[in-house]
């Protein structure tokens, strides 16, 4: 088995749906010019307010990818 090496990079997703859209739509954005993602942990959950009501979800996720080629 190959040792691996990651890389953790921070990235702030958001939704006016759900915090579980707001991960999905940011890992899948970061994957798109990001190789090799393999997890994230979320860090930081908080939302916006208007009128009493939530009206935004944000999530801070931090990213791990795998760099090199290790395989």
């Given at each position: 088995m190959s040792d691996h090496v990651y890389k953790?990079?921070?990235?702030?997703?958001?939704?006016?749906?759900?915090?579980?859209?707001?991960?999905?739509?940011?890992?899948?954005?970061?994957?798109?010019?990001?190789?090799?993602?393999?997890?994230f942990e979320v860090v930081e959950t908080r939302g916006h307010v208007t009128d009493g009501?939530?009206?935004?979800?944000?999530?801070?996720l931090k990213v791990g990818f795998r760099i090199g080629s290790g395989d």
């Open positions: 953790k990079i921070e990235i702030v997703g958001s939704s006016t749906t759900s915090i579980d859209d707001a991960i999905r739509t940011a890992i899948t954005k970061c994957s798109q010019t990001v190789n090799n993602v393999e997890w009501q939530v009206a935004h979800f944000q999530v801070v």
